[in-house]
């Protein structure tokens, strides 16, 4: 982890959840996660001019979901997490698959600095909720530093569609569509303890930061009023 100058950046191992430095939990997680397909993200970033020579950022890598299928449709793949054992699960990974062109970074959003030639896209998927709003505009400011005008965003994240006094009827039905064994999925619980221990924000907060980092929304889409997927690009400065 590269140390912050500015004083007032927070540790970003103390927002990272628990269970993230858990070796037990990383080798669970991407049954848990339910592996999800990273073809149509790839497919994503292809349709917006990100090539095969191109650099591509994932941030919160995790144990490499994108971020191996990324490898072989672009030229540089640099995975950045805070977990030294996630990182750890994905270097295996790549070095078992021959991917020569992944790096992997300890570090975070706030933490992370580029080197080498510009990335053309960042991806992120579940991740940016682990930082408080000051800090994911402070995040997504960084990112837009990171890639050039026309460069690609691609988030997904749990972000909350819906306003306030909603709230309540939107969990429940969160809640009842919980799996019960938490070795095959999130349940109930699991929800619970994101609502109340993690940052996820609302969407009409969120689209604010964006436009104010510099990006514009090409594309986005919801389901069930807490998972939001955007495409974004950057502007002309």
């Known amino acids: 982890m590269r140390d912050m100058t500015a004083r ?3 540790d970003e191992h103390a927002y990272a959840g628990p269970e993230h430095l858990d070796a037990e939990f990383a080798a669970g997680y991407d049954r848990k996660q339910g592996y999800p397909d990273a073809a149509d993200d790839v497919a994503v970033l292809r349709r917006h001019g990100v090539g095969e020579r191109s650099t591509v950022i994932d941030f919160g890598a995790g144990t490499g979901q994108f971020a191996l299928a990324a490898a072989e449709a672009f030229g540089r793949v640099v995975a950045v997490d805070v977990s030294p054992i996630m990182l750890s699960r994905l270097s295996q990974a790549a ?3 021959e991917l020569r062109n992944v790096e992997c970074v300890q570090a975070g959003f706030l933490s992370y600095e580029h080197a080498g030639p510009p990335a053309e896209a960042v991806f992120t998927r579940n991740a940016l909720h682990h930082l ?3 800090f994911k505009a402070v995040a997504l400011t960084r990112i837009a530093g990171m890639v050039p005008p026309g460069g690609v965003l691609r988030l997904h994240d749990l972000i909350y569609d819906f306003r306030p006094e909603d709230a309540d009827a939107i969990f429940q ?3 009842d569509g919980a799996v019960d064994d938490p070795a ?3 349940t109930a619980a699991d929800y619970l303890e994101h609502i ?3 940052y996820s924000t609302f969407r009409w ?3 604010p930061m964006l436009d104010v980092a510099g990006f514009d929304i090409a594309d986005v889409t919801y389901s069930g009023s807490v998972f939001g997927a955007y ?3 950057r502007r002309p400065s």
């Open 8 to 10: 007032w950046m927070v």
């Open 95 to 97: 070095s078992d698959g």
């Open 132 to 134: 408080p709003d000051f």
């Open 173 to 175: 039905r969160w809640f």
């Open 184 to 186: 095959v999925g999130y």
């Open 196 to 198: 109340q221990t993690e």
């Open 205 to 207: 907060l969120l689209e």
């Open 231 to 233: 495409t974004c690009i």
